[in-house]
């Protein structure tokens, strides 16, 4: 089993900056990747950004240039660094981790509005 806790949401200004974090309890060393994924109301779940065990990193086009995926072993724990945010990645991020299975954190809201 893996557990997952996400934090670090909250409002901000278009143009501001966020890090949300995903701190991951259990078997960790099961898990070969994670990810952060956003639903904005009435709309489905999307991927934002992976990193695999050995750190290796990918982004959707719509935050290349904006954010970094990266983590933390000595923590257990995943960020997202968001930047020169847009109203339109308000949205709940999710952390997920795939190993025999996938697991989701709780979701932690982003807002982005003046």
């Known amino acids: 089993q893996v557990q997952l806790v996400e934090s670090g949401g909250g409002l901000v200004q278009p143009g501001g900056s966020l890090r949300l974090s995903c701190a991951a309890s259990?078997?960790?060393?099961?898990?070969?990747?994670m990810g952060w994924y956003r639903q904005a109301p009435g709309k489905q779940r999307e991927l934002v950004a992976t990193?695999?065990?050995?750190?290796?990193?990918n982004y959707v086009d719509f935050v290349k240039g904006r954010f970094t995926i990266s983590t933390d072993n000595a923590k257990n724990t995943m960020y997202l660094q968001m930047n020169s945010l847009k109203p339109e990645d308000t949205a709940v991020y999710y952390c997920?981790?795939?190993?025999?299975?996938?697991?989701w954190g709780q979701g932690t809201q982003v807002t982005v509005s003046s």
């Open positions: 259990g078997s960790i060393s099961s898990i070969y990747v």
């Open positions: 990193i695999t065990s050995v750190g290796s990193t």
């Open positions: 997920n981790a795939a190993s025999y299975r996938n697991y």
